[in-house]
């Protein structure tokens, strides 16, 4: 009897034994698919991040420029209001820059 209660559990191991090899090889299975679809949803978000990034920068870009042509029309329009005042500046920011680099040149 001791030799048939000992065949038994024997038996029971080698059954948990299997079960726990047909585990380990579905975890592997699983774990290998996980990772495909990380992967892939990595590379999605990393795609959609650079577009947004992308669609930001052109977005900047523009405004920037529009901006910098209001800017233009802006200084275009007060030059043409005080055609004087603006000879004036020029006048005093070459007078300026030619005593800089007169400076600059003695040193």
């Known amino acids: 009897m001791a030799r048939k209660k000992t065949k038994t559990e024997i038996e029971r191991l080698e059954d948990e034994i299997h079960e726990l090899e047909s585990t380990v090889v579905q975890l592997k299975q699983d774990l290998k698919k996980d990772t495909g ?36 029309q802006a200084t275009e329009e007060a030059v043409r209001k005080q055609p004087l005042r603006s000879v004036g500046f020029a006048f005093l920011g070459g007078l300026v820059a030619s005593l800089l680099v007169r400076r600059g040149g003695r040193s």
């Not at 949803?41 to 910098?68: C, F, P």
């Open 37 to 72: 679809v990380a992967y892939d949803s990595m590379k999605t978000s990393l795609y959609n991040s650079k577009e947004i990034a992308k669609d930001a920068a052109k977005k900047q870009w523009a405004h920037m420029r529009l901006k910098g042509e209001e800017q233009i």
